[in-house]
């Protein structure tokens, strides 16, 4: 793409009428206009692409980091569509006649490569074409010479003596045609002395080609990534492959000139990291074979140019795995993004949706425009997913999951346009792994009476947590028990569930709450024992802290505890109730368990995006302190000193 590319006049048109007017207004989709050029089609990611543009301009490498579905990969393919257009070469391999370990590597014009071969291959024909038919006129000689002696008895020595002169004759004649036939084909090989005419090989093929190479290195072995080559098995006698034959180029060795995109690009081998990083610096690279046990281990080519720009992509785990080398090369020749998850939830942004839709659409060509209920619809999914109030979810690969789904819904009901209708339906067939989990993890531990929902409890509480993670994850229930008995040996809360390192620091968090409100009581006296149910996959996290606090202080003071309450909430050693992540997920879980309340920070109730109509079967309490948890959650009947002491030390 050239310098001086810009969007679609007809875009900003239609975008500057859409803020004019405050909403995106349209009937269905197919009436949005949509950009052909990947830059435009990235959405949410502004900073970013103007990153993207300016590496374009002067050839900068890029790391991308953020969750999967951000964009990283069109990021990637929009670099190499805006790169300045370059003048594309073949690269081949010609034969060292000094080493055939050495194979030569030269390059020519983009698709001159086929030419040259061509001519190598008719040169080669036509100097054996002399030698194939004096083959043919000796191999005749061989036959017919014999015949005739022993025919004309031209050596008169009897019938009997010109038939043993015959027979040896012909296979005399037979044996050295053989031989000389042998000799020539031989010579067709290098190494023995032929004229044979070596043919080169195009290890990158550029024919027809004008725009800058593209590849996603995701996932390659090193050998795909920066070349080898092939073993040869007939290593002597003439029958071997030459080694310029062998060669097969790396993806950057393909893409001289383009793009390599390498996503969790921590997943490389160190080494080859290393080697990533060399042909960086040097702008080429030699081709050796990657097996030592190989053939090819003793071919090195010549350096094979790799002039590429490289755009790396991860998550944080990538940033501390990576080779610190290879990050310094990309910092100090490039730039680093951190690609954003949320967007404000404005009109401007929320037409940005509508133009993703029907993006998908185009690009599916199988399934039908949406109607702008249904549009609005997977914005309000966009809501959902974001986990934050005011915000839309940036993570695109999961919309567009939602958006085709719905699509073949709509196909198989011979639906001229998608729906709402089609969108719900949708949800229910194309739910998450993590969301199929849930629901089979709910309907065992109701079924067990694991979780229950009904009723008065001392020392249980429903707890809430998610599985996954992302915007993949999915609410369960997570119930708690706690006991307190006689003893006072143990210095702190004995908790167990296969708890990770932030859930035990968690637990400590409680014990200063629990020993700040009943220390003097307990002390030296009994012990406290906490224990998520059947947590078999392990808990993780602080969002437990309120649900473990209530039921300890239940099972101190024997209040029993609201069977068809949840909750869900950190805690500081104040008692303070701190927000969490996942707050709708676990509120639904809670609506899907069929429990009345749910109690949550009262800072989440903003993130909290259920649709309405589910949202009316559960009551939502937010709360600020622990003694807010306690006060709705447990029945004080007879126990109210206790409530008014906990509040009153609260202030």
């Known amino acids: 793409m050239s310098k001086l590319y810009k969007p679609p006049l007809i875009l900003l048109r239609v975008f500057g009428e859409c803020i004019m007017a405050g909403e995106f207004n349209f009937k269905t989709t ?65 034969q060292n006649p000094n080493d055939e370990n050495a194979p030569l590597i030269r390059t020519v014009p983009a698709g001159k490569g086929r030419e040259v071969v061509a001519k190598a291959k008719v040169q080669n024909t036509g100097l ?42 012909m296979v005399t004649f037979i044996a050295i045609a053989i031989v000389f036939m042998l000799s020539i084909t031989l010579n067709k090989k290098p190494g023995f002395g032929g004229q044979k ?60 000139m383009g793009v390599l995109f390498v996503d969790e690009i921590a997943t490389l081998q160190p080494h080859t990291q290393q080697e990533l990083l060399t042909s960086l610096q040097e702008g080429k690279y030699s081709i050796t074979g990657q097996s030592e046990r190989s053939a090819g281990a003793m071919v090195r080519t010549e350096p094979v140019p790799c002039n590429f720009v490289l755009v790396a992509a991860g998550n944080m785990e990538t940033v ?47 399934i039908p ?100 993670s992302g915007s993949t994850y999915s609410g369960i229930i997570l119930p708690i028990e706690s006991e307190v008995t006689l003893g006072g040996k143990e210095k702190k809360i004995i908790a167990t569930g296969k708890l990770g390192e932030i859930a035990k620091e968690a637990i400590t968090n409680v014990s200063a709450i629990i020993k700040k409100y009943f220390g003097q009581e307990i ?15 392990g808990v993780e996290g602080d969002s437990a802290s309120v649900a473990v606090a209530t039921s300890i202080i239940s099972a101190l003071k024997k209040i029993p505890i609201k069977q068809e309450v949840a909750m869900t909430g950190s805690l500081s050693v104040r008692g303070e109730v701190l927000p969490i992540g996942g707050v709708s997920s676990k509120v639904e879980a809670a609506i899907d368990t069929g429990l009345k309340k749910v109690i949550v920070p009262k800072s989440n109730m903003q993130d909290i995006v259920v649709d309405k109509k589910k949202l009316d079967k559960i009551k939502v309490i937010p709360v600020e302190n622990i003694s807010q948890v306690l006060k709705e959650a447990l029945d004080w009947k007879g126990k109210q000193q206790i409530l008014k002491k906990i509040m009153k030390m609260n202030g």
């Open 197 to 256: 005419t070596s043919v080169p090989k195009v290890i990158v093929d550029n024919f027809k080609k004008k725009n800058a190479p593209f590849m996603d290195a995701t996932g390659a072995h090193a050998g795909a990534l920066l070349g080898d080559v092939l073993h040869d098995p007939f290593q002597s006698g003439g029958l071997g492959t030459p080694a310029h034959e062998r060669i097969v180029a790396g993806m950057i060795h393909k893409v001289n």
């Open 320 to 366: 501390k795995n990576m080779h610190p080398a290879l990050r310094s090369r990309i910092r100090g020749y490039g730039y680093e993004i951190y690609m954003k998850e949320t967007i404000l939830d404005t009109p401007e942004n929320r037409q940005k949706y509508a133009v993703f839709v029907a993006q998908e659409v185009n690009k599916d060509k199988k």
């Open 128 to 169: 054996f074409k002399g030698q194939n038919i004096l083959i043919w006129v000796i191999l005749f000689a061989a036959l017919l010479i014999p015949y005739w002696i022993w025919r004309t008895n031209f050596f008169q020595l009897g019938e009997t003596a010109n038939a043993i002169i015959y027979a040896s004759s």
């Open 369 to 468: 425009h949406f109607t702008k209920d249904a549009v609005d619809y997977i914005i309000e999914e966009a809501r959902r997913k974001a986990n934050r109030k005011g915000h839309l979810s940036l993570i695109f690969r999961e919309l567009g999951g939602l958006v085709r789904a719905a699509g073949d819904i709509a196909v198989e009901e011979e639906a001229k346009l998608v729906e709402k209708k089609h969108i719900i339906k949708a949800k229910v067939i194309a739910r998450s792994l993590e969301e199929q989990i849930a629901d089979k993890y709910i309907e065992r531990k109701k079924e067990y009476e694991v979780i229950v929902t009904s009723g008065k409890r001392v020392g249980r509480v429903n707890g809430l947590a998610v599985i996954g």
């Open 30 to 94: 197919a009436e949005i206009k949509t950009s052909k050029h990947i830059v435009d089609q990235v959405i949410g990611q502004d900073e970013a692409v103007k990153v993207i543009k300016k590496a374009s301009k002067q050839r900068r490498h890029v790391l991308l980091i953020g969750e999967p579905g951000t964009g990283k990969s069109m990021l990637g393919m929009a670099l190499a569509e805006l790169l300045p257009k370059e003048k594309l070469v073949d690269i081949m391999a010609f």
């Open 523 to 537: 002390k030296g006296k009994y012990d406290i024992y906490v224990q998520f149910l059947q947590t078999y996959e």
